[in-house]
């Protein structure tokens, strides 16, 4: 089974950026959907970025659209959040997670099986 470990927080001004990286160990890394997501203080998990397995299809929720960018390399099992014009409500420990092999991506994190520890970002006003 896939093992995640994501990486790249940390704290920075409103208006910059960071680029968080999620990397999966074991073989099937290439067959699984993917998902960021994130959870400020106080709030729910909010659904963030997910990319297919073959990163043919992408999207984004509503609140990031614009600014993240997700992507993934397959050959280094890593997957890839682009952040940009960071805001202060973008605050939250950010989670990669992985659907079942060859599932499509879905906003529902209810859907995804295996998730890393989270890694926190602060965004600074």
């Known amino acids: 089974q896939v093992q995640l470990a994501e990486s790249g927080g940390g704290l920075v001004q409103a208006g910059g950026s960071l680029r968080l990286s999620c990397v999966g160990s074991?073989?099937?890394?290439?067959?699984?959907?993917m998902g960021w997501f994130r959870q400020g203080p106080g709030k729910d998990r909010e659904f963030v970025a997910a990319?297919?397995?073959?990163?043919?299809?992408?999207f984004y929720g509503d609140s990031v659209k614009g600014r993240f960018t997700i992507s993934r390399d397959n050959a280094k099992n890593t997957v890839y959040l682009q952040m940009n014009s960071l805001k202060p409500e973008d605050t939250a420990v950010y989670y990669c997670?992985?659907?079942?092999?060859?599932?499509?991506?879905?906003?529902?994190?209810?859907?995804?099986?295996?998730w890393g520890q989270g890694t926190q970002v602060t965004v600074s006003s």
């Open positions: 997670a992985a659907r079942r092999p060859y599932n499509s991506p879905n906003y529902n994190s209810e859907t995804y099986d295996i």
């Open positions: 990319i297919s397995w073959s990163g043919g299809n992408i």
């Open positions: 074991g073989r099937t890394f290439s067959t699984h959907a």
